[in-house]
């Protein structure tokens, strides 16, 4: 007998789903979901079916009348306006994948500060010579302009978001074929320690091969490399800023190194000249968008010992608040507290929303500005009780997912009791509290206790930001001002200070009502509004995505899931 032997290949060809979960047909998924054990960092995704390493999964956008988009002339940063690609939208489709990210799988109070996701690269495997992706959402002034927050080789590789937040976004893919995307985690623990970790996402576009070679790393060139001087990029589209946020703007060029110092320079509006910022040397100019720099202009010189041999074109920043989604009130625990004591202080909504993302604010007495508790989160707040807390105020702010103000309180004033010292000073204001935009208002100070050698400034802050500014040419017991449209919410504020300078009292109108605001930020801004719709050529028709800002839809399923996941974790908690 002839005995035949047919030799197996050394490795036999596999797909890229092969020995994976396929993920699709409006499935949902935390593709980037970590979690601290042991305390460690480790990035896992979120299925419907419970927790799975990412390398179990692949993530599927077939070709479907909805996922194959022609992409508009506000992705020409991506690709050739009028070329095809396939979409997984913020809005979820029920013909491909719906994925997001998450951090809700970490505990309250086991963080110093935000989670971190960077792109750390990407793989490939398919037919195109050079495709790419991007991850973007609605954003700007009105929600009508394209946001970019993933795009690789462009100044949009990070994002990064509070504890116990859920995001959806859309995802673009150039082309068809295997994406293996990578991400890389970074937080602190409450107790300083920095941890990180990197997972790969595997999206598969189109149709699933039965074979096909393992996806290769991709040569992602850097936008600023092929830069012709000095480019400036705000982090939000157009710079359009909202308050609450935090405005980013970055310096790239092809002589940048690690070592390369910067100057900034800055023009508010009206202003005659730049100003160089001492405070700011690095490739990032980053400050608080407060209204005081809607319409500014900054720009920024890149040194070489200490020289400026490139000099940035001007970029112009812009900033409004949202209008109020919910009236947000804080109640304490008591009306006096004496030192060693724990002020607990509890926020509400009114109406209840779905948002849930807080921080609290502190000014003590003599003080020009509220400054943040840190890692004040929560919808309760505790403080413990010092003597430089009499007379100090605090208020609590409501966030979006996308760190804009959506309502602030009216202060709490702290009374402390001290055996020694107490001032026996005091202020109230008197004055309409509710006034129409352009009308003259007068508020008169009401001094006791203070002596005879007193003098007294007045102050207003406007809502949802920190600074207190100086009303000029406003001294003593009566300010009368016509009342712009933008005090509206705004703080009236009295400060009384002695023969020696020091502030003995304050007082005033918490929040200053103007009617008429509203009509004048429509008429800056129509057709404003928390919806955005932006439409796509798809296959010869017109297919309209309703894209939300604030895409988070979980099943409750889901979500207690999650919290036990959370919970049975929280004991590995390195506190």
Do not use: C
């Not at 419970?50 to 508009?72: C, Q, V, W, Y």
């Not at 997001?100 to 963080?111: A, D, K, N, V, Y």
């Not at 609290?360 to 509220?370: D, F, Q």
């Amino acid at each position: 007998m002839l005995a035949l032997a047919v030799a197996a290949p050394a490795h036999a060809a596999s797909g890229p789903a092969d020995h994976r979960s396929l993920l699709g047909a409006g499935e949902h998924v935390d593709a980037v979901y970590p979690v601290i054990k042991d305390g460690d960092l480790d990035i896992r995704s979120l299925t419907d079916d419970g927790e799975a390493d990412p390398d179990e999964l692949a993530l599927h956008i077939p070709d479907t009348k909805t996922s194959r988009i022609t992409l508009p002339e506000e992705y020409a940063f991506l690709d050739e306006p009028g070329s095809d690609a396939w979409m997984s939208s913020q809005t979820q489709d029920m013909s491909v994948v719906w994925p997001g990210w998450s951090f809700e799988g970490i505990p309250q109070g086991t963080l110093k500060g935000t989670v971190g996701v960077d792109l750390a690269g990407f793989s490939y495997a398919g037919d195109a010579k050079s495709p790419t992706f991007a991850v973007t959402q609605p954003g700007g002034f009105g929600n009508k302009k394209v946001s970019q927050l993933i795009v690789p080789g462009s100044a949009f590789t990070h994002v990064s978001g509070e504890v116990g937040s859920h995001t959806h976004a859309n995802w673009i893919f150039t082309d068809q074929g295997t994406y293996d995307i990578d991400f890389t985690v970074r937080v602190t623990l409450a107790n300083g320690k920095a941890l990180e970790d990197t997972a790969t996402v595997r999206f598969i576009v189109g149709p699933v091969p039965a074979e096909q070679n393992a996806p290769t790393p991709q040569k992602v060139r850097h936008y600023s490399k092929d830069a012709d001087g000095l480019l400036l990029t705000p982090d939000k589209v157009d710079g359009e800023y909202f308050v609450g946020q935090t405005i980013n703007v970055t310096a790239a060029s092809g002589m940048a190194d690690e070592d390369t110092r910067y100057r900034w320079f800055l023009k508010k509006k009206g202003e005659r000249a730049f100003a160089q910022d001492p405070e700011q040397d690095t490739a990032t100019y980053t400050t608080k968008p407060d209204r005081a720099l809607d319409g500014a202009r900054v720009y920024a010189q890149l040194l070489r010992g200490g020289k400026a041999v490139q000099t940035s074109k001007p970029t112009t920043v812009h900033v409004q608040a949202l209008e109020p989604t919910t009236r947000l009130g804080v109640k304490s625990d008591r009306g006096t507290y004496e030192v060693g004591d724990t002020a607990r202080f509890v926020s509400e909504q009114s109406p209840e929303t779905d948002d849930e993302h807080y921080h609290w604010y502190l000014k003590r007495r003599g003080e020009s500005a509220y400054e943040w508790i840190e890692e004040s989160r929560l919808a309760d707040q505790e403080l413990p009780v010092t003597a430089d807390l009499d007379g100090a105020q605090i208020v609590a702010r409501l966030f979006n997912a996308d760190h804009a103000v959506l309502a602030e309180s009216a202060p709490v004033t702290l009374s402390v009791g001290q055996e020694s010292g107490d001032s026996s000073a005091a202020v109230e204001v008197q004055g309409a509290d509710t006034l129409r935009a352009g009308e003259k208002a007068e508020f008169t100070a009401k001094v006791k206790g203070a002596g005879k050698d007193y003098s007294i400034s007045w102050y207003v802050r406007q809502n949802a930001e920190n600074p207190f500014t100086k009303v000029a040419h406003a001294r003593g017991v009566t300010m009368e001002r016509t009342v712009p449209a933008e005090w509206n919410g705004a703080q009236i504020m009295a400060s009384v200070t002695d023969a020696r300078g020091e502030v003995i009292a304050e007082g005033g109108v918490p929040v200053l009502k103007v009617a008429g605001a509203e009509r004048a930020a429509a008429a800056d801004e129509k057709g404003s509004g928390s919806l955005s719709v932006v439409a796509w050529s798809v296959g010869g028709g017109i297919a309209v995505v309703v894209l939300a800002l604030l895409a988070v839809v979980a099943a409750r399923q889901r979500k207690r899931r999650a919290a036990a996941s959370a919970a049975e974790n929280a004991n590995a908690q390195d506190r």
